[in-house]
């Protein structure tokens, strides 16, 4: 068996947790015996963390899959898929590692199982070096929907660094194919709202600070329109410790959506954490493109499942969408080409991201 197995290796490129994440869909999707080698050699603490590991657990109990070499700290497995099948799953990472990440994992293979899903992942709700829950739900979902699946994001409680215990219910459907995408006309800024919260101990004012700092950071560039960002404090049995953050999104005429994101910590100042997103917004609007720089990479492997050619405008090409790319390919029959933009206005840096699709079928279906 072991001539068959597809060699990847998790330290090229960014090297980190998405070429395991990446990889290991695709290979239950595909059917395809994998060993990742090098887990995560480009980051300071290199192999398997608790997140990475129960989403290397959920996929293998998706589809009946072998897995070696699935411990903490572990730099190298091997997984062996079986047949992707529906009901419930349950992913848990004990730490506040990301539901969000845990997701990104699992999704393309319960599209394509054969019956309905119902995912638990728990963990951090609003981690570091993730998307937040909420970009996931008010960016991620209704932007990913349009490759003609849906699904349904219940927030049971919301989880924090250090401790998580956050629970993110996701229930989907199997489809027969994925629809390719077309996100190529940015329009014009129509509407900017968005959430700043408070939990656990923090008062409401902290919120309250975070949101007027980033409101009047967006003003500066963006005078005419109203913006619209709720402070809320999350009730206290739908949150488990102490944490705080804003999510600010920017709505176009064609339907994109745009984020810029920032998660408190202690110490640092409320009016810095409100700045931080509205700087981010503004960076994301700013390059022309329609997703911003979190979304580029997660559109990647549902372009390459699609049957057909999608096409995106995106900013500059993070790492992160390169190596999608790039381990997509060498994964698929996908083909994916990224050119400069052409019809560039002035100071605008964007590029179309195009891909000829490998049109997955669900033969369960």
């Known amino acids: 068996m072991d001539g068959d197995r597809v060699e990847i290796d998790g330290g090229i490129m960014e090297g980190g947790g998405q070429i395991l994440r990446v990889s290991t869909a695709l ?16 980051r300071s603490t290199p192999g398997l963390r608790p997140q990475h590991l129960s989403g290397l657990e959920m996929i293998r109990d998706l589809c009946d899959g072998k897995l070696n070499g699935g411990e903490i700290g572990s730099t190298e497995i091997t997984f062996t898929p079986g047949k992707i099948k529906g009901g419930t799953h349950i992913a848990d990472t004990k730490t506040a590692g990301s539901v969000c990440l845990l997701m990104q994992v699992a999704m393309p293979c319960v599209l394509f ?49 250090p401790q998580g215990g956050g629970e993110v219910v996701v229930r989907m459907s199997p489809v027969k194919e994925l629809s390719p995408i077309n996100l190529t006309e940015r329009g014009t800024v129509t509407k900017i709202y968005g959430r700043a919260f408070v939990a ?150 964007t590029y179309i991201i195009e891909c000829q699709g490998m049109g997955i079928i669900n033969s369960n279906l």
């Open 200 to 349: 656990g101990a923090l008062p409401i004012k902290l919120a309250k600070d975070m949101s007027a700092a980033a409101v009047r950071c967006i003003r500066r560039e963006i005078r005419d329109l109203y913006i619209n960002i709720q402070p809320v404090r999350e009730p206290d049995d739908q949150a488990v410790g102490t944490g705080s953050g804003i999510i600010i999104v920017a709505e176009t005429s064609t339907g994109c959506l745009l984020a810029g994101s920032s998660l408190g910590k202690r110490g640092k100042n409320a009016d810095k954490v409100g700045i931080e997103a509205a700087e981010m917004l503004l960076q994301n609007l700013k390059h022309g493109g329609t997703v911003d720089d979190s979304l580029q990479d997660q559109l990647i492997i549902f372009m390459a499942l699609a049957k057909g050619v999608s096409r995106v405008k995106s900013g500059p090409i993070t790492l992160h969408t390169q190596t999608a790319i790039h381990f997509a390919e060498q994964l698929t029959k996908a083909k994916f080409t990224v050119t400069k933009s052409e019809e560039e206005e002035p100071g605008n840096d």
């Open 27 to 42: 290979s239950c999707l595909l059917g395809l015996p994998l060993r990742v080698r090098r887990i995560r050699a480009g």
């Open 113 to 161: 199982a054969a019956s309905p899903s119902e995912l638990h992942l728990k963990g951090g709700t609003n981690a570091e070096m993730a998307p937040q829950i909420d970009y996931t739900v008010m960016v991620f979902k209704p932007i990913v929907e349009k490759f003609n699946f849906t699904f349904n994001c219940d927030i049971k409680r919301r989880g924090y660094y």
